[in-house]
């Protein structure tokens, strides 16, 4: 069992539909990741949650908006999506170092929500 | 911009054969891992190599981290069908308080009864 489950698994919306994703970790980590998994290419870093701080926004469109409630729980709140927007939405969470430091950084990734944009 | 470039993209083999996947890259990371993913599923962490040089093996499987941490490879010994999946590799840059991962392209694997 991954300790990440991510709701819905499957989810197919119109462009101007709105959702969300949900991700929660139960494995007591401080850091919480959203990727985007696209065939063909690399995995996507898209926002990083150090503490429930927003760390990183890997220059993400505006129609992609995440919410970070407490270090459990991961939203990231879709509207406006378009056709190329279709792809894997992976979540993960790491324990990271305290006072700038490193942890050992493994990220443990939640099964995914496969979306398709029609 | 760290890239890594992991070759080959596709892989099909028969059961029984050995197999090297390579990732390489122009930038020093801090902590490369090597990840699985099934179709379906999330990647899972197979291993992190750290120390320039290191290697590390995990059943039939040898792991190794270049000496200069720019490079690393996976090695699978008489494969088996239940090998067959995508494998990712992810270097960790150093420097930073979050720990931000670049990823490979993936290779794809089969390997045939």
């Known amino acids: 069992e991954t300790g990440v489950t991510q709701t819905p698994r499957h989810l197919v919306m119109g462009m101007t539909n709105k959702k969300s994703l949900k991700c929660e970790q139960h494995?007591?980590?401080?850091?919480m990741y959203w990727y985007k998994q696209s065939a063909k290419k690399p995995l996507e870093l898209m926002f990083v949650y150090n503490f429930k701080e927003q760390t990183e926004n890997n220059s993400v469109p505006s129609r992609f908006s995440p919410e970070c409630p407490n270090s459990s729980h991961l939203f990231l709140h879709l509207h406006t999506l378009q056709p190329e927007d279709s792809a894997l939405y992976l979540c993960?969470?790491?324990?990271?170092?305290?006072?700038?430091?490193?942890?050992?950084?493994?990220?443990?990734f939640g099964p995914g929500t496969r979306l398709t944009v029609l | 911009t760290q890239l890594l470039e992991q070759s080959p993209q596709f892989l099909s083999i028969q059961e029984g054969e050995n197999l090297t996947v390579y990732c390489n890259s122009s930038?020093?990371?801090?902590?490369l891992q090597w990840y699985r993913q099934e179709p379906g599923e999330g990647p899972v962490l197979l291993v992190t190599v750290v120390t320039g040089g290191e290697v590390k093996k995990l059943k039939r499987l040898t792991f190794q981290f270049g000496d200069a941490r720019k490079d690393s490879s996976l090695h699978i010994t008489a494969a088996q069908p239940g090998d067959t999946g995508l494998y990712l590799c992810?270097?960790?840059?150093?420097?930073?308080?979050?720990?931000?991962?670049?990823f490979g392209q993936g290779t794809i694997l089969t390997v045939h009864p």
């Open positions: 992810a270097g960790l840059a150093g420097g930073t308080s979050y720990g931000k991962l670049t």
């Open positions: 993960a969470s790491s324990q990271l170092g305290t006072s700038g430091r490193m942890g050992t950084d493994t990220q443990y």
């Open positions: 930038s020093v990371f801090s902590s």
């Open positions: 494995l007591g980590h401080n850091a």
